[in-house]
């Protein structure tokens, strides 16, 4: 082992300058070669680094456009979906803005049944044209005609006459018949209470042609209570009855006054003037008529002492 190690070392110094320079340069080679592979491989692996982030930054970029693209798809969907719900929102707005004015324009007749005003308890038929516009051969159909209970016990019941056909009706307008006395129709034995049927009607054209349910049911009124509230039809009745009253009182005052008299000897006595007035005047009357007895007494005299003188 000493012996290898003494070779070697007289090997090495034992070499001339030349050797030592050829050495030197070979080593010099060596190292450069080992600095280029060493290099290189570093270059290798950087280049492999920058192009593995190249493909990294490539697959980002393609993702985000992909990802942009999808957004600005779908943004332009909802756009465009937001567009197609405004523009079927518009038409259908148009639309119901033009079936409220069709509806608007066409007449709208009803028959039902309704309290009277007067008296709640008298039941009334209308036929009634609640549209803008007239209708025209309004045509109703019952299955039957309703019943009104008899006037008194044993009689038969009457049947309210409704028209088959109204030529027109114009906005506003009804036609109105008295039904029947509620209570009277309830107690009523063998009455129909329901009727069925539909009105007919057309417009100011001809061209429409429309149809409404009737149902009329006496029953509605069944125990239903209401509020009595005095109408203006109630005032006049009130004022006509007090009128006639007044009427009646003035008469009989009229009939008292005529029977009233300034003469003291035919009906009641009165005083026509003021009371302190008609006093006066009425001593001043004794007081004259005093004074006529006294002249007529002693005129009487004298005509009789007159005549004893004679004799």
Not at 127 to 155: C, H, M, Q, W
Not at 237 to 257: F, G, S
Not at 259 to 287: L, N
């Amino acid at each position: 082992m000493w012996d290898w190690i003494r070779s070697v070392w007289d090997f090495i110094f034992g070499l001339e300058s030349g050797a030592w320079a050829a050495i030197a340069a070979w080593v010099a080679v060596a190292v450069g070669a080992v600095t280029i592979v060493v290099t290189g491989r570093y270059a290798k692996e950087q280049i492999g680094q920058a192009r593995e982030q190249l493909r990294d930054a490539e697959r980002d970029r393609l993702e985000q456009a992909e990802k942009d693209a999808r957004d600005l798809a779908e943004r332009e969907h909802a756009r465009l979906e937001q567009s197609r719900q405004a523009e079927q929102a518009r038409n259908q707005q148009a639309e119901d803005a033009q079936k409220l004015r069709e509806l608007q324009a066409r007449p709208n007749v009803v028959m039902f049944q309704e309290p009277m005003e007067g008296d709640w308890q008298f039941l009334e038929i209308v036929v009634k044209n609640f549209g803008r516009t007239p209708a025209f051969d309004v045509r109703i159909r019952l299955d039957s005609l309703p019943e009104v209970s008899p006037d008194y016990e044993g009689a038969a019941t009457s049947r309210v006459s409704i028209p088959e056909t109204i030529p027109i009706l114009a906005p506003g307008q009804e036609w109105r018949a008295l039904w029947d006395h509620a209570p009277n129709h309830i107690d009523a034995e063998g009455i129909e209470n329901r009727h069925e049927g539909t009105i007919t009607y057309t417009d100011v054209g001809r061209s429409q042609h429309y149809e409404t349910p009737v149902l009329l049911d006496f029953n509605l009124l069944l125990g239903t209570t209401r509020v009595e509230r005095k109408t203006i039809h109630d005032v006049a009745k009130t004022l006509d009855a007090q009128l006639k009253k007044t009427n009646e009182l003035a008469k009989k005052v009229q009939i008292t006054l005529e029977s009233y008299s300034v003469d003291e000897h035919r009906g009641i006595w009165v005083y026509p003037a003021d009371a302190d007035d008609e006093r006066r005047h009425r001593a001043q009357q004794a007081q004259e008529r005093a004074e006529r007895s006294e002249r007529n007494r002693e005129r009487l005299d004298r005509m009789m002492h007159r005549g004893t003188g004679e004799q």
